[in-house]
């Protein structure tokens, strides 16, 4: 082994120390509302070497003096923040929200004389939660020719809003996906080696995508929202956190509109203008 290779694999194989892990957990949490426990410091430290490389910084205690002292953080919050979020998402995830919406949540609102239903889907990842949501409002519309639909899609996370935009998924993850939606909203890739389908345009133009944090004191969105996906989102944060947040989405929320959490997810304890219509489905009094 050269007398480089050896210096750099020594850069690489020094661990996180206390006093940096200490800092960068939080300051995650103060820009994110992301909770990092101790038990997470090996994960963090994974997750940090791969953005690191980018950097061309192999020793992770230089890389967090860069952040920390020497300006770093100016450039660089976006990019640590990307390389620290967890972004797992599914086509159908929780499908009894989809069921609830097609069942009773869509039908009520046009009832009510909604000529447009405006959904903000609040930490959409990858664009898996968006576009099924999409999916069944545009099978609710379809039956109800005076009733259309917008859908925002927001997230903390450059690296997914581009995905989300994009458009385009894995064979893998389009499973939970019927068939007949799969004929009606999928296009598969004239390559066929590439093992990947796109949605379509016409349901792509129906959501607008944005980079927004959670953790800021406002949210520059309309204040006449219907439904309000926040789901596997807030299990990250803590309560006093939670609070705050779950409070700032209800301003957003018309009267009678509807809140969705994870399904382990809870509101207990926090008081909100809200009351609860179906296991994590809340309606604002």
Not at 70 to 86: F, K, P, Q, R, S
Not at 139 to 145: S, Y
Not at 210 to 217: F, K, S, T
Request: net charge positive; glycine share 4%; hydrophobic share 40%.
């Amino acid at each position: 082994m050269s007398r480089q290779a050896a210096v750099l694999q020594s850069h690489e194989n020094e661990q996180l120390s206390a006093r940096n892990f200490q800092r960068l957990s939080t300051f995650i949490q103060d820009y994110s509302g992301i909770k990092m426990p101790a038990n997470k410091r090996t994960m963090l430290e994974g997750r940090l070497r791969r953005r690191m490389r980018a950097t061309r910084i192999n020793d992770v205690n230089a890389y967090c003096r860069y952040l920390f002292e020497e300006n770093g953080l100016d450039g660089e919050a976006i990019h640590l923040i990307d390389a620290v979020t967890t972004n797992k998402t599914e086509f159908f995830r929780e499908p009894a929200h989809f069921d609830f919406l097609a069942a009773k949540g869509l039908p009520a609102l046009a009832a009510k004389g909604k000529r447009e239903i405006k959904i903000w889907s609040s930490a959409c990842s990858t664009g898996a939660e968006p576009y099924t949501i999409a999916m069944v409002l545009d099978e609710f519309c379809e039956k109800h020719r005076n009733v259309d639909y917008s859908i925002l899609c927001t997230d903390i996370c450059t690296e997914v809003l581009d995905q989300a935009v994009a458009g385009r998924f894995s064979e893998q993850m389009i499973e939970p996906v019927s068939m007949a939606r799969r004929q009606r909203y999928l296009m598969r890739a004239r390559d066929a080696t590439r093992n990947e389908v796109r949605i379509k345009p016409q349901l792509r133009g129906k959501l607008s995508f944005a980079r927004l944090n959670l953790m800021d004191e406002a949210y520059p969105i309309e204040t006449d929202l219907d439904i309000i996906f926040c789901r596997n989102i807030l299990i990250y944060f803590d309560k006093a956190t939670q609070a705050k947040v779950l409070t700032r989405l209800c301003d957003h929320l018309s009267p009678g509109g509807y809140l969705l959490l994870g399904h382990s997810e809870s509101i207990v304890g926090i008081d909100l203008p809200v009351v609860q219509i179906a296991n994590t489905v809340f309606q604002k009094r």
